[in-house]
């Protein structure tokens, strides 16, 4: 998947029309779940470490 993205060094005009279009969707979608699965354990630890609220 690496490979989809092109070289970091060299610049292309167009490069945003690419025939690893599916590649690149991939990409995307693991990293967005990736950040979603970190969201969601960063959620879980907060509330588990902070105190309950009082509800007086």
């Known amino acids: 998947m690496y ?3 092109g070289s ?3 610049f292309y ?3 945003l029309v ?3 279009i599916i590649s690149q969707i991939g990409y995307i ?5 990736v950040i979603l699965a970190f969201n969601i354990v960063s959620g879980i630890a907060r509330s588990a470490i902070s105190p309950l609220e009082d509800k007086r």
């Not at 979608?29 to 779940?33: H, I, K, Q, R």
């Open 3 to 5: 490979h989809s993205l």
């Open 29 to 33: 979608f693991l990293f967005t779940v």
């Open 18 to 20: 690419s025939p690893n």
């Open 13 to 15: 005009v167009g490069a």
């Open 8 to 10: 970091s060094t060299t």
